[in-house]
């Protein structure tokens, strides 16, 4: 029995939203079995496979886009976003770490500025300026501790590293023609070797390769939210607008939050919600924006 056409976009969105929000939780709990950057190369691993063999099962063209350019990308969406959100993971909760990454955003505004010379205009100010009173209700600097903040910042610098791959991948996609899916494969491909000799030179704990969880954690990370979720985004891309898809994917960290909520009892403060709640204000105002 197949989908009616006009079902396949909403089908497509919440199943995205379910495995790319529940991912973050799946990390979190792989985490206890295997260090921070030691999991984060292994998905990525598992990710690139699983995108080689949708690539050569499409029969799509495997040649390599310009690699200086790939390169780059790969340092900074692979090396730098997962490695970095991964890190902020191992102290930090689930939800919280996936709301400051999804900043990424915001972060995009400023970099664009000083690359390519777009200017913020208008609407984008007002975002900006909720999203950093979100973020300060967020990080709470107030509370006195001597340990808090340190998986904020990894968070938002995750974040960052995602915003500087976004410029990268817009300069590359302007000056060559190139196919999403084979450039995805690729920058992961790049990005992979940064990776696996950080967590060489940085271990985390002793990894419980017995352990059935981790092969599951893993396997979702890698396989459906690593190689499946983006083939699902391309063709999600293909159907809808870009303003609407990135509209709705702003579901994902509001489900991060509530299945972290749920799962592992991540109770966010009330600061925190309001933060959430007004960064999430601020990315429907962008998102709104780039769709009219």
């Known amino acids: 029995m197949s989908f009616p056409a006009s079902w396949r976009a909403p089908a497509l969105l919440l199943a995205l939203w379910l495995i790319w929000g529940y991912n973050w939780v ?3 709990t792989g985490l206890h079995w295997m260090g921070a950057l030691e999991f984060a190369a292994g998905r990525t691993v598992l990710a690139t496979l699983t995108l080689g063999l949708i690539l050569l099962g499409s029969r799509r063209a495997l040649a390599p886009p310009p690699w200086r350019a790939t390169l780059w990308l790969g340092l900074t969406q692979t090396t730098g976003f997962t490695g970095l959100t991964h890190l902020a993971l191992v102290a930090g909760g689930a939800g919280k770490v996936s709301v400051l990454a999804y ?3 915001f972060w995009t505004l400023p970099l664009a ?3 390519l010379g777009e200017r913020v205009r208008g609407g984008q100010w007002l975002a900006i300026g909720l999203a950093l009173l979100g973020l300060l209700a967020i990080l709470e600097p107030w509370r006195a501790s001597h340990t808090a903040g340190l998986p904020e910042v990894l968070a938002l610098a995750g974040g960052v590293s995602w915003a500087a791959s976004a410029i990268i991948a817009k300069q590359l996609r302007a000056s060559h023609q190139v196919d999403v899916l084979a450039l995805t494969f690729w920058q992961m491909l790049y990005g992979l070797p940064p990776l696996l000799a950080l967590a060489w030179l940085w271990p985390g704990a ?3 390769w017995a352990e059935p969880g981790l092969w599951l954690t893993l396997g979702f990370a ?3 939210a690593g190689g ?3 083939l699902m985004w391309l063709m999600l891309l293909g159907r809808l607008s870009a303003g609407a898809a990135g509209l709705n994917v702003l579901i994902i960290p509001a489900i991060a939050v509530l299945a972290a909520w749920l799962q592992l009892g991540e109770q966010p403060s009330s600061a925190e919600c ?3 709640a007004l ?3 601020a990315l429907t105002l962008l998102a709104l924006r780039k769709s009219r």
């Open 103 to 105: 900043t990424m955003p």
């Open 222 to 224: 890698g396989v459906f």
């Open 26 to 28: 799946v990390s979190k």
């Open 113 to 115: 500025w000083l690359w």
């Open 206 to 208: 002793p990894t419980a």
């Open 274 to 276: 309001i933060g959430m």
């Open 279 to 281: 960064i999430a204000l």
């Open 228 to 230: 499946i979720g983006w």
